[in-house]
Structures are given as C-alpha cells and as structure tokens.
C-alpha cells in the first residue's frame, strides 16, 4: 500500500463497501480474510483465559492481577526500548541531538542559534538604567488613561481605582536581536527584537471597598518588529518608529487579591487569553503602534497601511497519516479520522473530517489577507477528530515570504512532529492591482474571491444617545445644536459593525462620546463587485440598538477611478447631522506568475524590433517556439497584472539575497489613506507603440543628461549620480514634466528600476540624485547602464514616454577615479539627431 499511494498519491485505500456492486479482486479478498484471521486470534488471546479463570473457579483477582503484571512488564519494555533507542541515536548523530536538547530544555538566547541575530547586551543596559522613568510613564498612563476606560466600560467597575503601580525592578531583556539594512530600502531600518520579561511587577487595585484585585509577578516572551521609516536628512535624522509583534507572545500571570481564582487551571487560560486579546488588538498584527517624529509623517499612514497581498490555500490530501484509533487495550490497531486546521495570523479554518482513512482527500480552498510578506506564516496542523481529545498528526508551518517569491507552488510537503505522513497543498500569490478590470464578474470557480475590499474607520459626528434622544428630537422639531442646547446629555458608547453578505467584523466601542473616534482597519474579500454592498451599521453597546445606517454598493468603487472613496458619508435613521467618516478601497485579486525571463539583448534591438512593427507578437523574438507567440498587448497586459503589488512600493526589497535567511520582505510607505503609486518599467505599457508624431518630425537634438559614476570601494557599491539635463524636447508650452529611469543590465525586471522625482515645466532640469547598486567591483565592470529621460505628462495613452536614452558600457570606464560628464541622448529607432 506504501508503495502505490507513493506512485498514485491521489489514490485512496481500497476498502469493501457493504451493498456495493464493485468486485473485488482476489489479493483486496485475501487481504480481508487476513485482517479478520489476526483480529480474531488476538480476541481469542485476550479473552480466552478470562474465560478458563471462570470456568476453573478462580477468583477475578487473579485476572486483574495478571492484567496488571502485563501492563507493567510491556511499560517496563517500552522506557527499555526508549532508552537503548536514544543511546544509539546519540552514538550516530551525536552533534544533532545535543543542539535539538540544548534548544528544547535550555531555551538559550537567539544568537545562539541563528547566525545573523546578534548580542544587545549594550540595549539590556540601557533599558536597565532608563527602566524607573519607564515606570513612571505607565504609572501615569495607568491612573491617568486605562483607569478612566474601565470605569467607562461597565457599570460595576465605576469604583476601579489602581492602588498600587510598580513594575520591579527587572527590565526586559532582549536575548537577540536582528537587523535589516540591505534587504529593505535605503531610507529604513528595520529591527527584530527578541523580548524576555520576567517581572516582579507589583499592582493592586481596588474595584469596590469589599473586592481587591491585583497582579504579582508576569512573564512575557514575543518578537517585536521594529521599523524606523522614513530616514530624513534631518534631526531626529528618523521620520517615525512603528512597533508590532508579527505573531502574538506569550504571557503568564500571577493573580493576587481576589483575582486568585484565575490561577486555577479552569479560569487562567480564559484570563490570560482575554489579555492577550487586548494586547493583540493594540499591537500584533495588522494592529501597530506607531510614533510619528516630524510633521511630515501622519500616525494614521503609518498605522494602517495596505496588505501586501493575498494567499490562496488548496487543502487537497495527504497520505501515510499515523493510524491514532486502537482497539482492545490497544491490540488492534484501526485508523484515523483526519482533518486539517489552516491559519494565518489570527484567521484560521478547519476542514471537513474524513472518517477512517489514512489517505484523506478534502479539496478545499481558503483565502488569507497577508500583511507582512516574508515574517508572517502559513501554519497548517492535522488531527484525528476523538470524542474526548483529538490526536496530533503532524503540522508544517511555511514562511508567505516563500510563497510570494515563488508565485505558485504545488507540492508536497512532510509532516513535522510525526513519525509518518505527507499533506498536498496547492499555494498562490495574489497580487492587489489597482488597475480597474475590463469584466468584473465573479469567478467561474465557486467560493473563490475575485477582489479584496479594505476599510479604514476613522470616525463618527454627532451621534444620537439613544432612539429615545432621536424621537424625541423629531417630534419636537429640534436637530443639531438647538436640541444640544435644551437637553445636556453624556454620548452613546458605539461601535460600528460592518457587513458584507455573511463576513460581520465590529470596531472597538468608543465610550460616552457623540464624536467618537476608532481608527481601525478592516478587511473583506469580494465575489461580485456588481451586486454586493457593504453595510455599516453604528450601534450602542449594550442596547445594541442601531444608532445609523449606511450602505455602499462595490460598483461605486469600481466606477472611481482610483477604486477608493475616502469621505465624510451621512447616516440614515439617525440625528439630522449624523455622520461616519471612514475610507472604503477596492483591489482586484490578480494572479502573479514566475516573471519570464527577458533575452539579453540590447535595448537598442529591442527597440528597433519593436518600433519596426507595432502589433508585431513575441514571437519574433521566439521564431521556434509556438507556445510564446502571442501578442505583444496581451504580454504588457500580463506584466501589468503580474506587476500590480509593486506599483504600489515606495520601498522595494531584493530578492537575490545571498542566503534564505537574508531574504526579507518589501516594506512600503503607502497607506490604506494614500493613493497606490504607479511606477514606470523599461518595458512599460506603451513600449509596443510608436512615439508621437512631434518627436517623430523632431530633426534637432533631444539634450543631454549630466552623470557620475563610481565605485565605493568601503561600501561595495556602484554609484550613480544624476546631476542635471539640458536641452530637452520640448513637449509642452509650459516645459517638459520630466524624470530619468535606469537600470543596471542584464536587471531589468520591475524590482531593479531606478528613478528619480519628476521636474515640472522645465527642459534644464536639475536633478542632482544618488543611487546606489549592492554589485562586487569585478561584477560592475561586466555590466552596462541603460538610462532612459521620460515624459512624465503622456502625450497619448498608447504612445511611448521616452524622449531619450543613453547606454554606458561600465566596462570602458575608470570606476576608482570616477567618471562624470555629459551623454547625449538618443531615441532608438529614430535618426540619429546631428549636434
């Protein structure tokens, strides 16, 4: 059986199946007289001395006393077995066992293990030193903030006043930590931090004169991502610092007062769960905390960026599942009833139960929102579904970071913590584009998402208390202020719940406040944008009655051309000024393929071959290959899809780390409040088409660029100077919006491309902007320069923005010395202009 589910591992065991017109071949009948042979005999083993001892007429204690003698001899054997085991586990992998020990029983620091992560012990001292007037911080914003929203949040916690605040005298200690300089943008850090916390925390509170509550004593362990973005050219030298944990640590409690029945097993997991609830929705993902340094940089941009992408999970099999089910004192051994649990984040789901099979098949599909791509994980773990306890089978977990470098993947993988099994999954990237499609009808796949909707809530205006407050204000005619004026009232405590055919989310509640404010972030999947519609509901918390009501139908975002509405919306069947302020955007689901991989060719040709025929296909580069002739449209329409998670990156990451373990995500600025950017590729959309008819009669010069290139030799890097150019063509009467574009070569893919900002109404523009290549000096001098000057203000939608180009061979260069001059531009396909 081994054997054929590795050749068809889709194949099920062959079972007879009672009123089944199926035959069965002789083997699948020998098979079943055998089973049945050993199963008899062993009941025959089990129960025939039960049977003598009673015809005999001995005494049952002689059977329990046996049974018992049996039960320690095979117990006894077993921890033999074990022992003899691991001795000779340890004598063949000797090294391996000792560091799987070291790391399971020890729990040694971080930098132990890994490679890049690296001793703080310079941090640990400064957070020994600074930890007092920390202490002081959170006692204040204890008494000070928390105290009066606990008040607030019940009626019987009106008393609830912190006695007693002291947080020991241990600092955190981060026992590794993580840096990311070169895997992310120039203008970022990025921090991974390994925190250990075990306090002598000491605080009491009272919540009436008769109950007394109180903690002594925690600890805490979690990751925690640092982020410091932007870096300006200006003190503090760091735009802000945002701070989450990608997954949610662990934390033990020690009650004191009355609070101690928590410590008991029953209720401990409830209340420390609860906590870490609270915490998880102040500062583990998609929730951060984030301290803007400069004006420029706004907390909600920080706060509530757009997710990365999306992950489609295919749950279809698995295979060689221990067998978990026995029978007779474990006698006979039976089989499993597997199921699947899949999570990302704090989103998780569980499939359907396959009775009695080693070799389930579910063929399902779910859908995950990723916010941090690579750091988040796709977890996956298998049970045998138990009435009392279910069975671990084995789990794999997988870094998104994989997935989406990869695109797709459709393997299997080995379980981990079980002795056997494999589990077939089928992965996809889906990229968010916010480019509107042409047929925006659901997908012909049932239950699959074809767009994702994101809202940010930000907050609500003149909220009615109660529907007695509103009728009473129409039935005497008063809205707005006057009705303020007669009737001084304290604000509803609200929140919002949102809902989108079955998928209901509700906001934090806002307590005691006609203008409340929840900052949140949400996320829904879409399967028809034409005919569903979001429907915001603001309620009162402990009524639950409907304080407002507003729809939005999703072709309202798909008609805009930015697929986003971001406004103040009026409520219905609520107060005469009533308001809801939120920001609702609209992505489409794209598939992201492997990007195909461009000849090495000049763009020179490239061009020519392009220009030489507009509606030419691809296959003229491919004359043998049918398979790639396809037309050169449908090929940008591709990269346009393809591409549609980059365009909206201010920061990009490179992906040809050295090691798996540098790999690192992209990072971006761009928020759930800020339009998607769009960026430019050396193979844009308007690359197939001819270029205007004004540069085409153009019989002038089309300027020139001045440029510095050199090599640091104590950084390792290529650098590129774009000082300024002169003499541009003229596109407008205004000037030339102009920008200049380049690439190291053979990088020519979306990731790899350089840019500077655009200068408006101007044919001299200045630029004076550094960029940088991670390239070995060796490696420089086999690499050319393909610089581009582009129009930013497009003359037609379908014709080229280029309005010259300039190609350095790096190889005839003196890259210590440095080169700097100016390069005359040219336009491939065009008459070579006479200066």
Request: glycine letters at 6%; charged letters at 25%.
């Given at each position: 059986?081994?054997?054929?589910?590795?050749?068809h591992?889709?194949?099920?065991?062959?079972?007879?199946?009672?009123?089944?017109?199926?035959?069965?071949s002789?083997?699948?009948?020998?098979?079943?007289?055998?089973?049945?042979l050993?199963?008899?005999?062993?009941?025959v083993?089990?129960?025939?001395?039960?049977y003598?001892?009673g015809y005999?007429g001995?005494?049952?204690s002689?059977?329990?006393?046996?049974m018992?003698?049996f039960?320690?001899?095979?117990?006894?054997r077993?921890?033999?077995?074990?022992?003899?085991?691991g001795a000779?586990d340890?004598?063949?992998?000797?090294?391996h066992i000792?560091n799987?020990?070291?790391?399971?029983?020890?729990?040694?620091?971080s930098?132990v293990h890994?490679?890049?992560?690296?001793?703080a012990?310079?941090?640990n001292?400064?957070?020994?030193?600074a930890?007092?007037f920390v202490?002081?911080?959170?006692?204040?914003?204890?008494?000070d903030?928390?105290?009066q929203?606990?008040r607030m949040?019940?009626?019987?916690?009106?008393?609830f006043t912190?006695?007693?605040?002291h947080l020991g005298?241990?600092?955190?200690?981060?026992?590794?930590i993580?840096?990311?300089t070169?895997e992310v943008?120039q203008?970022?850090v990025?921090?991974?931090?390994n925190?250990?916390?075990?306090?002598?925390v000491?605080?009491?509170?009272?919540?009436?004169k008769?109950?007394?509550?109180g903690?002594?004593?925690?600890?805490?362990?979690?990751?925690l991502?640092?982020?410091?973005?932007p870096?300006?050219?200006?003190?503090?030298?760091v735009?802000?610092v945002?701070?989450?944990?990608?997954?949610?640590?662990?934390?033990?409690i020690n009650?004191t007062?009355?609070?101690n029945?928590?410590?008991?097993p029953?209720f401990?997991?409830?209340?420390?769960?609860t906590i870490?609830?609270?915490?998880?929705?102040?500062?583990?993902?998609?929730n951060r905390?984030?301290f803007?340094l400069i004006?420029?940089v706004k907390?909600d941009?920080m706060?509530?960026p757009?997710p990365?992408g999306?992950?489609?999970?295919h749950?279809?099999?698995a295979?060689?599942l221990?067998?978990k089910d026995?029978?007779?004192?474990?006698?006979v051994?039976?089989?499993?009833?597997?199921?699947?649990?899949?999570?990302?984040?704090?989103?998780?789901?569980?499939t359907?139960?396959i009775k009695?099979?080693?070799?389930?098949?579910?063929?399902?599909v779910y859908e995950?929102?990723v916010?941090?791509?690579?750091?988040?994980?796709l977890?996956?773990?298998l049970?045998?579904?138990?009435?009392d306890?279910?069975?671990?089978?084995?789990s794999?977990?997988m870094?998104?970071g994989?997935i989406?470098?990869e695109?797709e993947?459709d393997?299997?993988?080995t379980l981990?913590?079980?002795?056997?099994?494999?589990?077939h999954?089928k992965?996809?990237?889906l990229?968010l584009?916010s480019?509107?499609?042409?047929?925006l009808?659901p997908?012909?796949?049932s239950?699959?998402?074809?767009a994702?909707?994101?809202i940010?809530?930000d907050?609500?205006?003149?909220?009615?208390?109660?529907?007695?407050?509103l009728?009473?204000?129409?039935?005497?005619?008063?809205?707005?202020r006057?009705?303020?004026?007669?009737?001084?009232?304290?604000?509803p405590?609200s929140?919002?719940e949102?809902?989108l055919?079955k998928d209901?989310?509700?906001?934090k509640?806002?307590?005691?406040?006609?203008?409340?404010?929840?900052e949140?972030?949400?996320t829904f999947?879409?399967?028809?944008?034409?005919?569903?519609q979001l429907?915001v509901?603001?309620?009162?918390?402990?009524?639950k009655t409907?304080l407002?009501?507003?729809?939005l139908?999703?072709?309202?975002?798909?008609?805009?051309?930015?697929?986003?509405l971001?406004?103040?919306f009026?409520l219905?069947?609520?107060?005469a000024?009533?308001?809801?302020k939120?920001?609702a955007?609209?992505?489409i689901?794209t598939e992201e393929?492997?990007?195909?991989k461009?000849?090495?060719?000049s763009?020179?040709?490239?061009?020519q071959?392009?220009s030489?025929?507009g509606n030419a296909?691809?296959?003229?580069?491919?004359p043998?290959?049918?398979?790639?002739s396809?037309?050169?449209d449908?090929?940008?329409?591709?990269?346009e899809?393809?591409?549609a998670?980059?365009?909206r990156?201010?920061?990009l990451?490179?992906e040809a780390s050295?090691?798996?373990?540098a790999?690192m995500?992209?990072?971006?600025?761009?928020?759930l409040?800020?339009?998607?950017?769009?960026?430019?590729?050396?193979?844009?959309?308007s690359?197939?088409a001819s270029?205007?008819?004004?540069?085409?009669?153009h019989q002038?010069?089309?300027?020139?660029?001045h440029l510095?290139?050199?090599?640091?030799n104590?950084?390792?890097?290529?650098?590129v100077?774009v000082?300024?150019c002169?003499?541009?063509?003229?596109?407008?009467d205004?000037?030339t919006?102009?920008?200049?574009?380049?690439?190291?070569?053979?990088?020519?893919?979306w990731?790899?491309?350089?840019?500077?900002?655009?200068?408006?109404?101007?044919v001299?523009p200045?630029?004076?902007?550094?960029?940088e290549?991670d390239?070995?000096?060796?490696?420089?001098?086999?690499r050319k320069?393909?610089i581009?000057?582009k129009n930013?203000?497009?003359?037609?939608?379908?014709?080229?923005?280029d309005?010259?180009?300039v190609?350095?061979d790096i190889?005839?260069?003196?890259l210590?010395?440095?080169v700097?001059d100016?390069?005359e531009?040219?336009?491939?396909?065009l008459?070579?202009?006479?200066?």
């Amino acid at each position: 059986m081994a054997s054929a589910a590795q050749t068809h591992p889709g194949a099920q065991e062959s079972r007879f199946i009672p009123g089944s017109t199926e035959r069965l071949s002789p083997s699948a009948v020998n098979r079943f007289l055998m089973e049945f042979l050993i199963y008899f005999g062993r009941a025959v083993v089990v129960f025939y001395p039960v049977y003598l001892t009673g015809y005999l007429g001995f005494s049952i204690s002689w059977v329990l006393l046996c049974m018992f003698m049996f039960t320690w001899w095979q117990k006894n054997r077993q921890w033999k077995d074990v022992q003899i085991g691991g001795a000779l586990d340890l004598v063949d992998n000797e090294k391996h066992i000792i560091n799987t020990e070291l790391k399971g029983s020890l729990q040694m620091a971080s930098w132990v293990h890994f490679t890049d992560v690296e001793k703080a012990n310079w941090v640990n001292k400064v957070l020994e030193q600074a930890w007092p007037f920390v202490g002081m911080y959170i006692e204040k914003l204890l008494k000070d903030n928390i105290q009066q929203t606990v008040r607030m949040c019940n009626s019987a916690l009106k008393m609830f006043t912190f006695t007693k605040i002291h947080l020991g005298h241990k600092a955190p200690k981060i026992t590794g930590i993580r840096s990311y300089t070169h895997e992310v943008d120039q203008r970022e850090v990025i921090l991974d931090m390994n925190i250990n916390y075990d306090s002598d925390v000491d605080i009491d509170a009272d919540v009436n004169k008769a109950i007394t509550v109180g903690v002594k004593g925690l600890q805490f362990q979690g990751m925690l991502r640092v982020i410091l973005e932007p870096l300006v050219g200006q003190a503090p030298l760091v735009g802000g610092v945002t701070l989450f944990f990608i997954r949610c640590p662990t934390l033990q409690i020690n009650w004191t007062g009355m609070t101690n029945l928590l410590d008991s097993p029953g209720f401990s997991s409830l209340s420390e769960d609860t906590i870490m609830d609270i915490i998880a929705s102040i500062i583990v993902l998609p929730n951060r905390m984030c301290f803007p340094l400069i004006d420029q940089v706004k907390v909600d941009q920080m706060r509530f960026p757009l997710p990365r992408g999306v992950v489609r999970v295919h749950v279809l099999e698995a295979r060689d599942l221990m067998a978990k089910d026995t029978y007779m004192m474990g006698l006979v051994k039976g089989k499993s009833d597997p199921y699947a649990t899949v999570r990302v984040g704090n989103r998780h789901f569980k499939t359907k139960t396959i009775k009695e099979n080693l070799h389930p098949r579910w063929n399902e599909v779910y859908e995950f929102v990723v916010h941090e791509a690579p750091g988040q994980e796709l977890e996956v773990e298998l049970y045998d579904e138990d009435r009392d306890k279910d069975d671990f089978l084995g789990s794999y977990n997988m870094d998104l970071g994989e997935i989406k470098r990869e695109k797709e993947m459709d393997q299997w993988f080995t379980l981990e913590g079980a002795t056997s099994g494999e589990i077939h999954l089928k992965l996809q990237w889906l990229a968010l584009s916010s480019e509107p499609c042409r047929d925006l009808r659901p997908s012909t796949n049932s239950g699959l998402s074809c767009a994702m909707l994101a809202i940010y809530l930000d907050s609500g205006s003149n909220l009615p208390k109660d529907h007695s407050e509103l009728a009473s204000n129409q039935k005497h005619g008063k809205h707005g202020r006057e009705a303020r004026l007669t009737k001084k009232n304290v604000g509803p405590s609200s929140y919002v719940e949102f809902t989108l055919d079955k998928d209901v989310q509700k906001s934090k509640v806002a307590f005691m406040s006609k203008d409340p404010v929840w900052e949140q972030g949400f996320t829904f999947f879409v399967h028809n944008i034409e005919t569903q519609q979001l429907v915001v509901q603001v309620k009162e918390h402990e009524k639950k009655t409907v304080l407002g009501v507003f729809n939005l139908p999703l072709n309202r975002l798909s008609e805009n051309s930015q697929m986003s509405l971001d406004q103040r919306f009026p409520l219905e069947r609520s107060g005469a000024n009533s308001q809801i302020k939120l920001k609702a955007t609209l992505r489409i689901l794209t598939e992201e393929r492997p990007p195909t991989k461009i000849p090495e060719s000049s763009p020179v040709n490239v061009n020519q071959q392009m220009s030489a025929g507009g509606n030419a296909s691809v296959s003229a580069a491919h004359p043998g290959d049918p398979a790639k002739s396809q037309p050169a449209d449908q090929l940008n329409r591709t990269n346009e899809a393809s591409s549609a998670q980059r365009r909206r990156s201010s920061f990009l990451v490179s992906e040809a780390s050295k090691s798996p373990n540098a790999s690192m995500r992209r990072y971006d600025s761009h928020s759930l409040l800020s339009d998607n950017s769009i960026a430019s590729s050396r193979f844009d959309l308007s690359d197939g088409a001819s270029y205007p008819e004004a540069i085409r009669n153009h019989q002038g010069t089309f300027g020139e660029i001045h440029l510095t290139v050199r090599y640091a030799n104590m950084r390792n890097k290529l650098i590129v100077l774009v000082h300024a150019c002169r003499d541009l063509f003229l596109c407008s009467d205004h000037g030339t919006d102009s920008y200049v574009r380049m690439y190291l070569l053979p990088d020519h893919s979306w990731r790899h491309r350089k840019k500077t900002h655009v200068r408006k109404r101007t044919v001299n523009p200045v630029f004076e902007e550094k960029f940088e290549f991670d390239v070995s000096l060796e490696e420089a001098k086999t690499r050319k320069l393909d610089i581009s000057v582009k129009n930013n203000k497009m003359f037609h939608t379908r014709q080229r923005k280029d309005i010259g180009m300039v190609m350095l061979d790096i190889s005839q260069m003196d890259l210590i010395k440095g080169v700097s001059d100016w390069y005359e531009l040219t336009l491939p396909g065009l008459m070579k202009s006479n200066k």
